[in-house]
C-alpha cells in the first residue's frame, strides 16, 4: 500500500521486489529469508506463550509476491493462508510461486467477515498515507474474529540503520515511517486491544555472537524492527 495511494505502484517492482530487498538489506550481511523467518518465528512464539497454539486461519496482509508464505506455512501448519495485496501483479507472481502453499486475492477483493484467527502485517504501514492508515487498520480489525490477533511489524525510525536501509530500496526511500508509540495509538484508536511491542534485529551478521542477547533487549527500542501485537476483543 504504497504512499502515493496508487494500488498500482508495486506493480513496476513485482518482478523485482526481492532483488530490492536484497540490495538494502546487504549491509547487514543478511538475506531477506532470514528476516522473514526471523519475524514470524518470534511471532508464533510470543502467541504461544499466550496460549494461542491452534490457529487456524491466517491473512498475510500486504502480502506482495508471496515470499512470506513458505514460513508462515512452517509456523502454523494447521492455517488456511491467505495472502492479501492491493497490487494485481504481485498477486498474479504470488500464486505463480506459492499457490500451492496459500490462497492469494487483492485486498479490495476480499469480503470483510470476521474470520481471521490471526493478521500478520509487515512493512506495510508505512506505504500507507498517514490520512489512510486508520481505515487500513479498521479494515484488519474487521476481518479478524473476536480475540483474534494482529501482529504488525514495522522498521523502527529510531535505528539508523534502518532508514540507510530504507534509503537503498527504491519504493522505501519515499515512505513515512511510523514511531512505536504511534502505530500502538493508531491500533487503539482502530479498537484494537494492544498486548505489548517488542523489538528484534539489534545486530548484523558480523556480530552474530551477540544475538543470543536480543531476548534480553525485546523491550528497548533500537531493533531494527518492532511489533505490536494486538488483537481484537472477545465478545463478552
Same mark, same amino acid.
Given at each position: 500500500?504504497?504512499?502515493? !495511494?496508487?494500488?498500482?505502484?508495486? !506493480? !513496476?517492482? @513485482?518482478?523485482?521486489? %526481492?532483488? @530490492?530487498?536484497?540490495?538494502?538489506?546487504?549491509?547487514?550481511?543478511?538475506? /531477506?529469508?532470514?528476516?522473514?523467518?526471523?519475524?514470524?518465528?518470534?511471532?508464533?512464539?510470543?502467541?504461544?506463550?499466550?496460549?494461542?497454539? #491452534? &490457529?487456524?486461519?491466517?491473512? !498475510?496482509?500486504?502480502?506482495? /509476491?508471496?515470499?512470506?508464505?513458505?514460513?508462515?506455512?512452517?509456523?502454523?501448519?494447521? =492455517?488456511?493462508?491467505?495472502?492479501? #495485496?492491493?497490487?494485481?501483479?504481485?498477486?498474479?507472481? @504470488?500464486?505463480?510461486?506459492?499457490? #500451492?502453499?496459500?490462497?492469494? =486475492?487483492?485486498?479490495?477483493?476480499? *469480503?470483510?467477515? *470476521?474470520?481471521?484467527?490471526?493478521?500478520?502485517?509487515?512493512?506495510?504501514?508505512?506505504?500507507?498515507?498517514? %490520512?489512510?492508515?486508520?481505515?487500513? =487498520?479498521? +479494515?484488519?480489525?474487521?476481518?479478524?474474529?473476536?480475540?483474534?490477533?494482529?501482529?504488525?511489524?514495522?522498521?523502527?525510525?529510531?535505528?539508523?540503520?534502518?532508514?540507510?536501509?530504507?534509503?537503498?530500496?527504491?519504493?522505501?526511500?519515499?515512505? &513515512?515511517?511510523?514511531?512505536?508509540?504511534?502505530?500502538?495509538?493508531?491500533? *487503539? #484508536?482502530?479498537?484494537?486491544?494492544?498486548?505489548?511491542? +517488542?523489538?528484534?534485529?539489534?545486530?548484523?551478521?558480523?556480530?552474530?555472537?551477540?544475538?543470543?542477547? %536480543?531476548?534480553?533487549? %525485546?523491550? &528497548?527500542?533500537?531493533? *531494527?524492527?518492532?511489533? /505490536?501485537?494486538?488483537?481484537?476483543?472477545? /465478545?463478552?
Amino acid at each position: 500500500m504504497p504512499a502515493r !495511494d496508487n494500488h498500482a505502484f508495486f !506493480d !513496476d517492482y @513485482a518482478g523485482v521486489y %526481492e532483488d @530490492a530487498c536484497q540490495h538494502g538489506l546487504r549491509l547487514s550481511g543478511e538475506s /531477506v529469508e532470514f528476516f522473514a523467518s526471523g519475524r514470524i518465528n518470534y511471532t508464533a512464539r510470543w502467541l504461544e506463550a499466550l496460549g494461542e497454539r #491452534d &490457529i487456524t486461519r491466517v491473512v !498475510d496482509f500486504g502480502c506482495g /509476491v508471496g515470499s512470506g508464505v513458505t514460513f508462515l506455512r512452517e509456523a502454523f501448519p494447521l =492455517a488456511r493462508i491467505l495472502g492479501l #495485496d492491493p497490487s494485481i501483479t504481485s498477486i498474479e507472481r @504470488a500464486r505463480g510461486r506459492f499457490g #500451492d502453499l496459500a490462497s492469494f =486475492a487483492l485486498v479490495d477483493d476480499h *469480503a470483510e467477515e *470476521a474470520t481471521e484467527g490471526l493478521v500478520y502485517c509487515n512493512s506495510v504501514f508505512h506505504h500507507i498515507p498517514p %490520512e489512510s492508515r486508520p481505515r487500513a =487498520a479498521g +479494515r484488519i480489525l474487521r476481518i479478524l474474529k473476536p480475540g483474534g490477533h494482529l501482529a504488525l511489524w514495522e522498521n523502527n525510525p529510531w535505528n539508523p540503520g534502518t532508514r540507510l536501509v530504507m534509503r537503498r530500496i527504491p519504493f522505501d526511500r519515499d515512505a &513515512i515511517p511510523l514511531p512505536p508509540p504511534e502505530t500502538r495509538q493508531l491500533l *487503539a #484508536d482502530a479498537g484494537f486491544e494492544v498486548v505489548g511491542t +517488542r523489538y528484534r534485529f539489534y545486530f548484523p551478521r558480523q556480530l552474530w555472537m551477540l544475538r543470543g542477547l %536480543e531476548r534480553f533487549g %525485546e523491550r &528497548i527500542p533500537l531493533g *531494527a524492527q518492532y511489533c /505490536v501485537l494486538a488483537r481484537r476483543p472477545p /465478545v463478552t
